[in-house]
């Protein structure tokens, strides 16, 4: 059976303050895996300091919705980053 | 050596800390923190995945930083971070999941994901000092009769559609009873004015239980029977408590003789009500038994039931690596390796 092509791609480059910090970012997101691949993917990735996200859907409306649970979880990350990292605080 | 618990696989989300002395034996067990903030949808309304997600998300840092001020516990005294891997709602348990897994990258800890149905059981096994008792956990997601056989916490019995807890519940939306602090207890209250009882479906098949049946009834009959003036709100909240309760207890009553137990255990939110608790009682006494429940703090979901089954597993070496830390919503409580028991 054909897959859907999987027409619909965005890009998101978020920048984290630290390497170090888009690194454990994007180890938190990518335990969660897709949900459908044959129709929706995500591929993580960083570059120095940038947390690099990979959409990749069959359709519009699955790019909107993996998008913004994403972005839900990003921003979850990041936030707890900045209320609870301890190594910015070592002298 | 110290665990951080966190809990959110429905509406209450929960951070717990708790210390395990490990230089008595048994290791002296101290509550550092215990606390709980719990999303409330309007009366009338269940809570639903996306809303509850985001009430977590918005809440869980705020309770973290609370449950370590209140501990006086920095991030170097964590040893462990515990969290729910399920069963339980997906978005509300990754939601949780994410900051568990952040915290522990960030800090340099392991992370030990817990079944939620096991948190509960070895809460309610270390508050109560019960030996070796017959469980009924029960809880609006819930409905299991547990006993502990050779490493594994077996279902002897459940529910066959529906919790306990969620037939309660959804007839408290029917009566548009607020959910506030619950809708359990919210019925609860009110059915202790209730004097007439409804003959309602009662459906025991063996082991298990059904209430789908019982829960359509009430819900179509509601309206009629409380307009004719026939029965008040506070007899259907009696009649329904009767009825599903006295299910549970036959139910658990089959599952002591088997075993030969003379214990029981009640856990989960619904395990609070005093009635069904007092039901179990004269049932127990009858068998020369004995009942174990504890108080809201730990029926209800809680974040430190998650630090202490996580804490029990941690120290015989177990740890979720990291990309197992996926969260499920089917966890069936007989999938743990219970290697912290005979």
């Not at chain 1, 619909?8 to 997101?29: F, G, H, M, N, Y």
């Not at chain 2, 009858?286 to 730990?298: L, N």
């Not at chain 2, 990291?322 to 912290?340: G, S």
């Amino acid at each position: 059976m054909a897959t859907a092509a999987l027409h619909e791609r965005l890009t998101l480059q978020i920048p984290l303050p630290s390497p170090r910090l888009a690194k454990i970012a994007a180890d938190v997101l990518d335990v969660d895996k897709d949900l459908k691949p044959e129709v929706s993917r995500r591929l993580i990735s960083t570059q120095d300091n940038m947390l690099i996200l990979d959409f990749q859907t069959s359709t519009l409306k699955l790019l909107r919705t993996v998008v913004n649970s994403s972005l839900e979880m990003v921003q979850m990350v990041v936030s707890t980053m900045a209320s609870f990292d301890t190594e910015s605080e070592e002298p | 050596m110290i665990a951080l618990g966190l809990e959110g696989s429905a509406n209450k989300l929960g951070v717990g800390l708790i210390r395990h002395d490990m230089t008595t034996t048994p290791p002296t067990v101290t509550i550092l923190a215990n606390i709980r903030h719990t999303y409330h949808p309007p009366p009338g309304e269940g809570f639903l995945p996306k809303d509850t997600a985001q009430h977590h998300r918005s809440h869980i840092l705020q309770l973290v930083k609370e449950a370590m001020a209140e501990g006086q516990i920095t991030p170097k005294d964590i040893s462990v971070i515990c969290f729910t891997k399920g069963p339980g709602m997906g978005g509300p348990l990754t939601s949780v999941a994410t900051v568990a897994r952040t915290l522990a990258l960030m800090w340099n800890k392991e992370l030990v994901g817990v079944n939620h149905c096991v948190g509960h059981i070895e809460m309610g096994r270390q508050i109560t000092g019960a030996e070796n008792p017959v469980v009924l956990y029960v809880s609006g997601g819930n409905t299991q009769v547990i006993a502990y056989a050779e490493k594994r916490y077996r279902i002897f019995g459940e529910a066959l559609d529906i919790a306990v807890g969620n037939c309660l519940d959804r007839f408290a939306r029917v009566l548009n009873l607020p959910n506030d602090p619950a809708p359990g207890y919210n019925i609860e209250q009110l059915a202790k004015k209730g004097t007439k009882l409804l003959d309602l479906p009662y459906t025991v098949k063996g082991m298990d239980v059904s209430f789908s049946g019982v829960l359509t009834y009430i819900e179509t009959n509601a309206p009629a029977l409380l307009a004719s003036g026939e029965y008040t709100a506070a007899d259907l909240c009696f009649s329904l408590q009767e009825t599903v309760f006295a299910m549970l207890v036959e139910t658990t009553e089959r599952a002591m003789a088997h075993i030969g137990s003379r214990e029981v255990l009640i856990v989960g939110g619904v395990g609070c009500n005093k009635r069904l608790q007092e039901m179990m009682d004269q049932m127990a006494s009858q068998r020369d038994g004995k009942v174990f429940a504890t108080d809201e703090r730990f029926c209800i979901d809680n974040g430190i039931m998650i630090a202490q089954a996580g804490i029990l597993a941690y120290q015989t070496g177990y740890t979720t690596p990291l990309e197992k830390t996926w969260c499920t919503q089917r966890f069936r409580t007989d999938e743990v390796f219970v290697a912290w028991r005979e």
